[in-house]
């Protein structure tokens, strides 16, 4: 099973990452990293079907998915 890793400390919440979930989990958080971003995060990694589109549009390269 897939599963999404979010290195949320380097995040900058652009937001780009959540357009391109097709299963609509990867979403921005409620908390604040120590830059002052609201980093996106995963809701229900147990849909996550490894198609590693928000990792391939994450400008940061904050997102690894882990098979």
């Known amino acids: 099973m ?6 949320q400390e380097r995040c ?3 937001e780009l990452c959540t357009l391109v979930c097709p299963k609509k989990i990867v979403v921005i958080s409620s908390r604040i990293n120590s830059k002052g971003y609201r980093p996106a995060m995963c809701t229900d990694e147990s849909l996550c079907i490894g198609c590693m589109l928000c990792a391939r549009a994450c400008p940061d390269v904050v997102i690894e998915i882990h098979k």
């Open 2 to 7: 897939p599963k999404p890793v979010f290195n």
């Open 12 to 14: 900058k919440g652009c």
